[in-house]
């Protein structure tokens, strides 16, 4: 699995990183999503989920 | 619900603990409704959480209150916006909203958020502690839910926390919807003239705050704009204390209620971040501002919304909505409520989110600690709400310990 973040789209609500911070980050520059991991296994893969759920500009998807 | 029957917002709310009948029928029946609102005009009603979802994640639908058929809840919402450089962040749409918006977000990211941890855990003890050494029963509204975000807010932007008397009022009466189109107007224009003053006085000397340090940022890049500045206080300074307080007064009433709920994150104060977000997700307090014009047809929930249809998006019904929310009358601190939309959604979702969490969460666990014997001296159903404001809260909140 894979994520995919599209900083074009990110409104930098941060809900990402709230949610796991071990996949997530935010630039301190625009405040837009950096992926730290982008292959989490384990645990990591339904936070991701959760994480692309939660967005709320569906700036994050999964590559399966 | 009968085709011919008229449905009207907004719907009052007067009690903290129950959903107003309406939404919960609006709900049941079907996905949209048409309305009547204030003004004579009419608007889409979404009530349930799957297509508030839709509609505030779709880009074709527009935020930009110079719209005609803008479904305003308050009448005379429309007479503030005198001219169109006033436009604030939350009537743009893109890409001039994204732009606004990334100009700022540096300030908001989580990590800059969790800098300010340890100031805003010193101005709360600073507040419990005043309250303690003060009479009883003593209005928590006034002692607490106002200050914290006021001077929070107050610090981070750099305006002047002895002035709060007078943005407060003035707040106040933006957001009550009885205030005459007049008075509404009056407010505004002032609110706007003292921002005005401080952002002047900021050009001169670009002090280190979130005004002083956007000024510098914008003139770097050639893009400062002084009524832009003005703007942008003004959203944020209005945005960012009234809506918090009412979350501290009802958060705390509904934490008071339900002493059994409360036991859990005096427990595990660990868990109070998740249970901030089932206390957003009980009373969502803002509901006029996920408004929306459709700039094209757009179908949704089986109805079609025509280009320039008004929509009004109901927050507080969607996050009631049972099929997303098991049984969602009951305040459940462990719920895991992290997908309301007491903060909106989509591209508008509030800016301002972490530092409400964090501010919540500090006020809850700090309160209950350092006092455990709180309680409120009047039965919760006798409390004085704000049926009558676009932000639903309390005007006093009288307790004793
Ligand atoms: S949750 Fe979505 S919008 Fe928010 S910072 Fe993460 S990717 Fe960006």
């Known amino acids: ?64 | 619900m009968t085709a011919t029957e008229e449905l009207r917002m907004p719907v009052a709310r007067t009690c903290p603990f129950s959903q107003p009948e309406q939404y919960v029928r609006m709900r049941e029946d079907s996905a949209l409704h048409r309305v009547q609102i204030p003004g004579g005009k009419q608007a889409w009603v979404a009530a349930r959480h799957e297509e508030a979802r839709q509609i505030l994640g779709d880009r074709r639908f527009s935020s930009d209150r110079f719209l005609p058929n803008f479904p305003f809840l308050a009448e005379g919402g429309a007479a503030i916006l005198t001219n169109a450089k006033q436009k604030a962040m939350i009537g743009m749409d893109a890409p001039e909203h994204g732009e606004a918006r990334r100009e700022v977000l540096g300030e908001f990211t989580v990590k800059r958020v969790e800098a300010m941890r340890p100031r805003i855990q010193e101005i709360v003890d600073g507040l419990i502690d005043e309250l303690l050494a003060g009479p009883k029963p003593a209005d928590l509204v006034e002692k607490l839910s106002l200050p914290v975000p006021s001077l929070v807010i107050c610090e981070l932007l750099g305006v002047p926390y002895g002035d709060h008397d007078y943005f407060q009022e003035r707040t106040m009466a933006l957001i009550r919807r009885s205030t005459s189109v007049e008075d509404r107007k009056k407010a505004s224009e002032e609110l706007r003239g003292y921002l005005g003053g401080l952002v002047t006085a900021k050009e001169k000397d670009p002090t280190d705050d979130l005004l002083g340090r956007q000024i510098v940022k914008r003139r770097e890049e050639g893009t400062y704009d002084h009524d832009a500045m003005i703007g942008l206080a003004f959203l944020l300074l209005v945005a960012g204390h009234e809506t918090t307080a009412n979350m501290i007064s009802l958060g705390t009433i509904g934490l008071l209620e339900n002493p059994g709920q409360r036991a859990t994150i005096e427990a595990d104060p660990g868990k109070t971040l998740l249970a901030v977000e089932e206390l957003l997700r009980y009373f969502t307090i803002v509901e006029g501002a996920t408004a929306r014009v459709a700039t094209e047809d757009v179908e949704i929930g089986g109805v079609t919304i025509k280009a320039g249809e008004g929509v009004l998006v109901l927050g507080y019904a969607a996050n009631w909505d049972p099929e997303v929310f098991e049984s969602p009358e009951k305040l459940d601190l462990e719920r895991g409520a992290r997908h309301h939309v007491a903060f909106g959604f989509g591209p508008h979702q509030c800016l301002g989110q972490n530092l409400a969490r964090m501010e919540l969460q500090i006020v809850f666990d700090t309160l209950f600690r350092r006092i455990p014997t709180l309680t409120c001296t009047l039965p919760a159903d006798q409390l004085p709400v704000k049926k009558d404001a676009t932000i639903f809260g309390l005007y006093q909140l009288p307790v004793t310990w």
């Open chain 1, 1 to 64: 699995m894979k994520i995919i973040a599209d900083t074009g789209k990110c409104v930098g609500a941060g809900q990402c990183v709230l949610t796991e911070p071990a996949l997530f980050d935010q630039s301190e520059d625009d405040g837009t999503v950096i992926v730290l991991n982008d292959t989490p296994d384990g645990e990591l893969i339904e936070k991701a989920r959760e994480a692309v759920n939660i967005c709320p500009s569906q700036a994050l998807s999964l590559e399966e």
